[in-house]
């Protein structure tokens, strides 16, 4: 089938990254794919080496010349434009239009995965748009997993890799890629206590680290920008990893290491309910859950000694939710046949 993505990039490229995954995803599977983007600057960096069965498009601002795919997906409620709404109320065989919406472990998302919302007014009244949530848990809509994602970590060599970063020993390493999290002094401290090295992803991860005076003996190495397989290897090779937002917090529960996850914070404090919900499927336990409060401002910044045996607790919490997540179908894996169905 022929599949359009429309995106819109909101602050931290973020919707972009999974919109990526999920057309590359497409793609590898043989579907054909244009994604359509108000700022596709950040693939220069993120997906340099392009995908073979897919295009990547500026925002439109009028229907495609040859028509509209098979399906249009509208991420996270990005509104398609006025010209592709008036364009799904021609024809007789409308597009599939799925809302791709953002991931949460909240009860919500399995009573409304895959409901229909049948359009009543506007140029695309009589129209019916399907909201597809992600999610942890079955009868959702599942996770990105592309299909070789498991061969390629079982051949990773993580000391290899740590090599070609310049990390020259065993001893604890730790990957930061966060917003500016008041726990942040409290944990770079840590890290220099346990003799450890800090690998630090560039843009608000770096400015906050450099905007702090580091703590004396603490081993820093600042990352480049890299691609998103090249993401997935960072979190492979360390030994806990920060991560924040939706795509890398998915990346990081498939590196199966211990991990602290910065949810993007709401106005409303929305984002307090949408943690608590994760942890509690996570079945975190309590050290990874203050750990938790304090990362996300929910707690006196106080962070406990990263001991071996404090990340062992972390690791295999982690790699339990990892296998039951291996147990379910992936997110494209549910999606093509839930749109074929449709068509």
Not at 71 to 82: H, Q
Not at 88 to 116: K, T
Request: negative net charge; proline residues 9%.
């Amino acid at each position: 089938m022929k599949w359009d993505i429309l995106c819109r990039v909101i602050d931290n490229h973020g919707d972009l990254g999974v919109c990526w995954r999920l057309a590359a995803d497409l793609a590898q599977r043989g579907e054909q794919v244009r994604l359509w983007c108000d700022d596709a600057s950040a693939l220069a960096w993120m997906a340099p080496q392009g995908q073979a069965g897919m295009q990547v498009h500026p925002w439109p601002d009028a229907a495609p010349r040859d028509g509209l795919g098979a399906v249009v997906v509208e991420a996270f409620g990005c509104e398609p434009p006025a010209a592709w709404l008036e364009a799904f109320g021609q024809g007789d065989r409308p597009p599939v239009w799925v809302n791709l919406e953002y991931l949460s472990a909240e009860a919500y998302v399995a009573r409304c995965h895959a409901l229909p919302s049948p359009l009543m007014s506007g140029p695309a009244a009589g129209r019916t748009r399907w909201f597809y949530y992600p999610g942890f848990t079955p009868g959702t809509g599942g996770l990105l997993r592309e299909a070789d994602l498991l061969r390629r970590q079982a051949d990773f060599d993580a000391q290899a890799w740590r090599r070609q970063q310049g990390v020259v020993d065993d001893g604890l390493v730790v990957s930061l890629f966060c917003y500016e999290p008041a726990a942040l002094p409290a944990l770079l401290q840590r890290v220099a206590e346990a003799g450890g090295q800090l690998l630090v992803t560039p843009g608000r991860a770096a400015a906050a680290v450099r905007a702090l005076p580091l703590p004396a003996g603490l081993r820093t190495h600042w990352l480049p920008p890299r691609p998103q397989p090249a993401f997935d290897a960072l979190l492979w090779g360390c030994d806990l990893n920060g991560v924040r937002g939706e795509d890398s917090l998915v990346r990081a529960l498939w590196a199966g290491q211990p991990f602290v996850w910065q949810i993007y914070p709401q106005d409303d404090g929305a984002h307090h309910e949408k943690l608590q919900a994760f942890l509690d499927w996570l079945q975190a336990p309590p050290s990874l859950r203050a750990f938790h409060a304090a990362w996300n401002g929910l707690a006196a910044p106080d962070l406990p000694p990263l001991v071996p045996a404090l990340l062992d607790e972390w690791r295999a919490c982690v790699q339990s939710a990892r296998q039951s997540l291996l147990a379910q179908p992936d997110l494209v894996g549910q999606l093509i046949p839930f749109v074929t169905e449709r068509r």
